[in-house]
């Protein structure tokens, strides 16, 4: 215990947060099991260690932060790890990568019914579906960390304090809320830089970032989908081929007949590869209002912008940069669905967007909103497409 304690200190002392994240004041801190998912890469492991930091001194020991990665936990069960450190007086438990413990559903409900007054806050893969796992679904509260937004990455590269805004506000205010950012940064250059680089929090390294992400994205895939999803490794190579195709042909209807062909499978597994994709957050699925899976998309889009430079930058077109970010940013919060004639997007069923490229002709309709690509202020239903990235 000891020795976990010694680590946790170390950690907590030399972690420094770049930027301090949105989902720290989104999470009810009540909870007595908190799961916090998000995509390989997004800072869930910095995110654990501000928790403890923000809330406790570094050397408070009713704080302790874990990971299931030690080798330690396979000889160890995490009931009896969490009975020892309540004992001991420990109130938080901080658990990272809980998907790498055998059973770890099973040994939270453990500990949530033995250790009353123990709460546990842990991390795990977006693949994982927690609100429905049969052990933990009833008492768990589950949040998501994104990637950095828009508005995150500002923040972090020129030491701004921006706040987030609802949707209903940029609509409303998007002209004085774009004079406040434009008055202060370089809004069309950090943009540029922001959906080729900013929304892993690797940039921060000094290291080359598309091949970070190219690591990271394989990660995903053999941990992530293979190991969560307990998917043969001889099919390791069919998921990432079909991922490689889908990235060549993203913002378009995927001819799953095609596919199938060409990855030599059916086509309910590839619906089904599809699917896991998408959970892992590298590719989002657009369908026509009304349709879900396991209907076939209408469009498949990588999940943000990055990922695009990062597996085929000789083939990137702008409008798919444009459309993805803007499906990315609108997703956390709201419902994004195919959009009608001469329409991108049609948000929370009601509201249709158009997304412009620089110089775009555009015939003005009332009942349209025009986000564009390269402009610093908006006017009317016209919003600049950066300001899309300040919605978290």
Known sequence: MEAF??????LVEHTHVAVRRTLMDEIDWRGRLIGIKGTRGVGKTTFLLEIAKERFDARDRRCLYINMNN???????????????????????????????????????????????????FTGSSVMRLLSDPMIGDIVACYSLRGFSFREYVNLKTDNHFHPHTLEGILQQHETIAHEVAAKVDVESLFKEYLHHGFYPFFLEHTNYSENLLKTMNMMIEVDV??????????????????????????????????????DTSRATVMNYIKYLADARLINLVYPKGEEFPKKPSKIMMHNSNLMYSIYPVKVEEQDVLDTFFANSLWKDHKVHKGDKNVSFMVDEVMPFKICQEGAKIKNNPNVTYALHKA?????????????????
């Open 5 to 10: 304690f010694r680590t946790h200190t170390y």
């Open 71 to 121: 080798f330690y936990f396979q000889g160890r069960g995490i009931h009896d790890f969490a009975g020892e450190f309540y004992a001991q007086g420990g109130r938080v438990l901080l658990i990272d990568q809980i998907f790498k413990k055998s059973e770890w559903n099973h040994e939270l409900r453990r500990c949530y019914d033995d250790y009353p007054e123990l709460q546990i806050i």
């Open 226 to 263: 293979l190991l969560i999803r307990q998917i043969e490794l001889k099919y390791l190579t069919k998921i990432k081929k079909l991922y490689y195709l889908l990235a060549l042909e993203t913002g378009k209807s995927p001819n799953v007949s095609k596919l199938a062909e060409t990855i």
């Open 376 to 392: 610093e202020i908006g006017r009317g239903n016209q919003i600049p497409l950066w300001m899309f990235g300040f919605l978290y």
